[in-house]
Structure formats: structure tokens, C-alpha cells
């Protein structure tokens, strides 16, 4: 792993609030060729809920770029044909 990955995946935050003091929390929600904000605060909530779930769930940021690229390896071995 090349040690700018490193520094990116120690540098990501924790999470990814769209917070503000002087107007209502945000979620954002993207598709693939669509992407939308809401301030509904039960919407927003369920949205945070999902996403603190999910990151619970997920490997560390270095652990996840190791699994990578261990995965690739073998992919790119598994398609070398054997002479």
C-alpha cells in the first residue's frame, strides 16, 4: 500500500453530517443518476440511523484498503492464464 493511501484513509472523518447551527440538519441521498437533500427531521434521523450502522459494521479505513487490495491481487492472479 502506497503511503499516500495511508495518509487518505487515516485523513477521512468519522462521519458525514450535514449539521449547522443556524438552519435544520441535512441528508443527503444519492443514486446512480440522481442525488437528493432532505430536512425532514424523521428522514433525517433514519438516514443517520442507516449510516452509523453501516460504519459500524465497516472495517477500519486502512483495514478496508488492505482488503482491497489483497482482493485485487488475487483477482489479477485468478484471471493470468498458466502457461
Known amino acids: 500500500m502506497r503511503a499516500a493511501d495511508l495518509a487518505a484513509a487515516r485523513s477521512m472523518p468519522d462521519r458525514s453530517d450535514?449539521?449547522?447551527?443556524?438552519?435544520?440538519?441535512?441528508?443527503?441521498?444519492?443514486?446512480?443518476?440522481?442525488?437528493?437533500?432532505t430536512d425532514d427531521p424523521l428522514l433525517v434521523r433514519r438516514y443517520r440511523d442507516a449510516y452509523d450502522l453501516a460504519r459500524a459494521a465497516a472495517l477500519p479505513p486502512v483495514a478496508s484498503l488492505d482488503l482491497l487490495e489483497s482482493v485485487a491481487e488475487d483477482y489479477s492472479h485468478a484471471c493470468t492464464p498458466d502457461l
Open 18 to 37: 450535514l449539521r449547522f447551527a443556524d438552519a435544520p440538519d441535512l441528508a443527503y441521498v444519492e443514486g446512480l443518476y440522481t442525488g437528493a437533500l
